[in-house]
């Protein structure tokens, strides 16, 4: 209780300071591009590493071997895909938010409604996952066993991020997300540290006693292969699909996540911006590195059985690894000691990102919605920052509710949807943007509509909600879809409707696909679109 009030203080003290120093609307949206390539690396790395990455990948590398390190995998190629198509060109070409790239070249009123439906939807799916992280990991270290009391802790760091949004924006907002990245590589390098001279830095004895320990009974090797959770025999073919739809949404989401987008844009030149995602790659890659020792070392130690038991998505594993660690090494207090250190870094990891996931959506309803589409760009700064705060309230209480209805699921896969969303709906219209003379605004809408409401019918659909045993409603069964991440399906059909919703329309403007290339491609012109 301690390190958690302590954490929640400083976090609070950090967001009564950002609060003073936010007078402009690129104050609130964009942290007054102040940050450095360095500083805004660290927070990119402290927007990503989500609780999905510490909670639910551990977990997930527990329960399911091999299988669960996809995500890790997926999680860290999806970077080359942010660095080399969308990073530095984004910082060039827009304002505050992707809708300010896809509005430059096409009617504005269209697309920017389209383009913050996206980014309000994919924000709440990835707030989801954050949220039932929060629940469990509160649950595990209090002693809090009731749903009545996962329920209030679900409410309690939904509040708190509010608050920080609220009164904090982007600056406030990104000085968080620095500290929790550091906590966060300190906690996670301390425990794979332990774990692994716990087995004499050998880590085919740490794969071999996983197995042993938390592998099927008669068949410990399916373990560490692929086929555990995707691809088993019970699924056929459906799981090979999976697994490959999984793996796409993975990889092509990061391009697409509002979230992520939004944090080109905190830095003042291209060369910070490229420099910010070049440091993001190294820390998060180290990460995901450790996150391989996590998991199959809280299956060595802890064991399928207990992990479970502590939360059937397996979102506990990698605290009870770390008082399992703790016990053995340092004994009762120093395992309660690194539990509760471990227990405050995953808290600020889950505060962190979902006050960048709040602002991401409240930002682009206030910006791109209200000010754009419901003002017709008459809203003055004030107005815009006012707005955006209010809408924080309202997305932040719509996140505690549907998080109040997902608490069995693993926060990994939930993360996985909203990736699957996001390439879905998000990444075709901007690459296409940014690299199609022709596309237009027909185009844009469809890519977007098409992409996003193409990802939800099919999650709707699909066993995540209905007609299994870890499905959102439990007791229904109108499940069709037989995959549970839609992309492999979703992101072609959102590519399709870009394409077609292009050749359908007449409209084409050679001029300003030439200005927004020179822009992306050069940083020509990008200061006049910050001024305007």
Known sequence: MILFLTFVAATLGITVWASRQTKTAADYYAGGRSF???????????????AASFLGI??????????????????????????????????????????????????????????????????????????VGAGALVGLLLGIESEAGKLWTIVGVGTLMIVYVVFGGMKGTTWVQIV??????????????????????????????????????GNTGSFLIPGLKYGTEAQGLAGKIDLISLGLALVLGTAGLPHILIRFYTVPTAKDARKSVLWGIGIIGAFYLLTLVLGFGAAALVGREEIVAGDPGGNTAAPLLALRIGEEIFGPVGGTILLAFIGAVAFATILAVVAGLTLASSSSFAHDLYAHVFRRGQASERQEVVVARISALVIGAIAIALSILAQSQNVAFLVALAFAVAASGNLPAILYSLFWKRFNTSGAVSAIY????????????????????????????????PLSNPGILSIPIGFLCGWIGTIMSKEYNAAKYAEIEVRSLTGVGSEKAVKH
């Open 36 to 50: 450095s390539g360095a500083q805004n690396g660290l927070a990119i790395g402290g927007d990503y590493m989500s």
């Open 58 to 131: 551990a977990g997930i590398i527990a329960l399911s071997g091999y299988d669960g390190f996809l995500y890790s995998i997926g999680f860290l190629v999806a970077w080359l895909v942010a660095l080399l198509l969308v990073a530095e060109l984004m910082r060039n070409s827009g304002k505050f938010t992707m809708a300010d790239v896809l509005a430059f070249r096409m009617s504005p009123r269209p697309v920017r409604t389209a383009a913050g439906a996206s980014t309000i939807v994919v924000s709440i799916f990835y707030l989801l996952a954050q949220m």
């Open 180 to 217: 929790k990245a550091v906590l966060l590589m300190t906690g996670a390098a301390l425990v794979t540290l332990l774990v692994l001279g716990k087995f004499g830095f050998n880590l085919s004895a740490l794969l071999s006693q996983a197995a042993a320990t938390s592998g099927p009974s």
């Open 450 to 481: 098409g992409g996003l409401l193409s990802a939800l019918v099919l999650v709707i659909f699909s066993p995540v909600v209905s007609g299994s045993e870890a499905a959102l409603f439990k007791d229904a069964d109108f499940a069709w879809f």
